[in-house]
């Protein structure tokens, strides 16, 4: 049983891995900016900290009594760091700095980031999925800042001693997605083919990523990071490409609905392919992803409908 603290609890990746982590038995405390008096949470057997990550204050009165750190908290998103690079590194990576010194001096055991794998990357044209020997080359601004805060991990670990894990994410969906960021097309899509509103499309629609179900992500990061390793840094996905107009056929399909779409420009930071190779996880770990995309989006269409 450890203890750990979850950053960004109240968020998407986070809200699941408290769960997973209290039905492993662990003790969580969630760490995150709950906007109402009494938090309503699911997991009514975590301690709820109403914080800051912006303050250094919340930050040290958090990690009191932790061993495990899971870093899931992001001030920005792919499309706010695009118009606002500064902001991106004024708060996530100067803060990230600052959580990694506070967990340097208060011996944190280990720290596990969420990364990116969806656009740390780059253009990856090659057909066979791409492993963490892969030199990075992100071209967006939320990449690059991910890629630094995983190589200032890598310089608190070599001067300050600090274990890590770096988590490599691919495109996660599901249940209780927030759709409002821009985030997570498969959770887009089947709102909007919910209330009628016609799908928005980047491009021809032959856009290739892989996605895993958040339910599976969750379980695959609460079983593994007690683990001493002496790899740091894992890709975690299903391995398997789809195109945003096959999401769209299979959401059809699944719906019985018929999809209305509009084209619109590629970004030019947007990556047009990636699929990770998540064998170092799987089998270092044993740990593999359950549910293949069209249960998946199953779930969650029945999830998105058993909510109205």
């Known amino acids: ?94 803060m990230s700095i600052k959580l990694f010194d506070l967990c340097a001096k208060k011996s944190i055991k280990k720290v596990i980031f969420a990364s990116t794998g969806g656009s740390i990357y780059g253009d990856t044209d090659t057909e066979t999925p791409i492993s963490e020997d892969t030199c990075p080359a992100p071209v967006s601004p939320y990449a690059i800042g991910k890629l630094s805060i995983e190589n200032y991990l890598r310089y608190f670990q070599r001067k300050h001693g600090l274990d890590y894990q770096v988590l490599r994410i691919s495109n996660p969906y599901g249940p209780g997605q927030n759709t409002s960021s821009g985030q997570g097309v498969v959770s887009i899509f089947l709102e909007n083919f919910n209330k009628g509103i016609p799908l928005t499309i980047y491009g021809d629609g032959s856009m290739v990523r892989d996605y895993i179900y958040i339910s599976d992500l969750a379980e695959m990061i609460a079983k593994s990071f007690e683990k001493s390793t002496k790899n740091k840094v894992y890709n975690i996905g299903s391995g398997k490409g789809y195109t945003v107009n096959e999401i769209v056929e299979t959401i059809e399909s699944v719906t019985g609905l018929s ?33 293949d995309l069209r249960k998946g989006i199953e779930k969650t269409w029945q999830a998105l409908k058993n909510s109205q």
């Open 1 to 94: 049983m450890a203890k750990c603290l979850v950053l960004g609890a109240n968020g998407f990746i986070g809200s699941h891995l408290v769960e997973s982590l209290l039905a492993a038995g662990h003790n969580v405390r969630c760490f995150d900016r709950y906007s109402s008096e009494t938090p309503d949470v699911s997991t009514p057997n975590a301690e709820i900290y109403k914080g800051d990550f912006l303050s250094i204050e919340s930050l040290e009165g958090a990690l009191e009594d932790i061993e495990y750190v899971f870093h899931f908290i992001s001030t920005t998103n792919p499309f706010t760091a695009e118009n606002d690079p500064l902001t991106d590194i004024e708060t996530n990576l100067k």
């Open 259 to 291: 999809a209305k779409v509009e084209h619109k420009e590629t970004p030019s930071t947007f990556v047009n392919k990636i699929v990770l190779d998540s064998n170092r996880f799987l089998e270092e770990f044993e740990i593999r992803p359950k549910t």
